[in-house]
Structure formats: C-alpha cells, structure tokens
C-alpha cells in the first residue's frame, strides 16, 4: 500500500520559517520524482516546488530564494524548507510521488500552512 504522509504544517507570522515533511512508504522511492503542489483556498492546485529522482530541482518563481527542497533517498522521506513566509503562501501544501516510467502519480492528504499578517 503506498502512503504519503505529510507533517510539519501550522500558523506562523509572516517572515517566519516552517519546514514540511513527507514520508513514503510502498513506493520504490529513489526512482520517482517527488514535489510540493499547494491550493489555497478558491484557487486551483498549483505546483511550488519538485526535486527529480535524478536530484534535478525545479522551482516556481514566486518561492525562489526562499522554500528549499532535499529528499533522503535511505529515509524516503522529502522536506520543504519555507523561509521569509508570506501570506500568500497560505495554502493546503501536498506531496506528490510521480514516475513516468512506472505510470504512477501518488498523492499525501496535505498540510494545513498558514501565514498571518
């Protein structure tokens, strides 16, 4: 059974710092590309932020400089560091599993990040 399983979410001042964590369980973790989507409210899910199975890094405009993405390919686990947090970054954050090859895209439940003003 494969398990996404997001922590590491909350209420925290703008400028403030939150890291996110995902752990994955039955999943052939170093061969899929992992990512971060977040939705807020009203708006569709978007993507923020995705590292390879390669280590290649791609992020959105709106958070370079700022969120940092690692993945433990021994812990299979993924982490989103959030630095100088805006509100704008309010939003239910997801992680996301994918392998072309495998023709499997696997999804956490979320986690709540909310950035006050």
């Known amino acids: 059974q494969v398990r996404l399983v997001e922590s590491g979410g909350g209420l925290v001042q703008a400028g403030g710092s939150l890291r996110l964590s995902c752990a994955a369980s039955?999943?052939?973790?170093?061969?899929?590309?992992m990512g971060w989507y977040r939705q807020a409210p009203g708006k569709q899910r978007e993507f923020v932020v995705g590292i390879s199975s390669g280590g290649v890094y791609n992020y959105t405009d709106s958070v370079k400089g700022r969120f940092t993405i690692s993945r433990d390919n021994v812990k299979k686990t993924v982490n989103l560091q959030m630095n100088t947090l805006k509100p704008e970054d309010t939003a239910v954050y997801y992680c996301?599993?994918?392998?072309?090859?495998?023709?499997?895209?696997?999804w956490g439940q979320g986690t709540q990040v909310t950035v006050s003003s």
């Open positions: 996301n599993a994918r392998s072309f090859r495998l023709s499997a895209d696997y």
């Open positions: 039955g999943i052939f973790f170093s061969v899929f590309d």
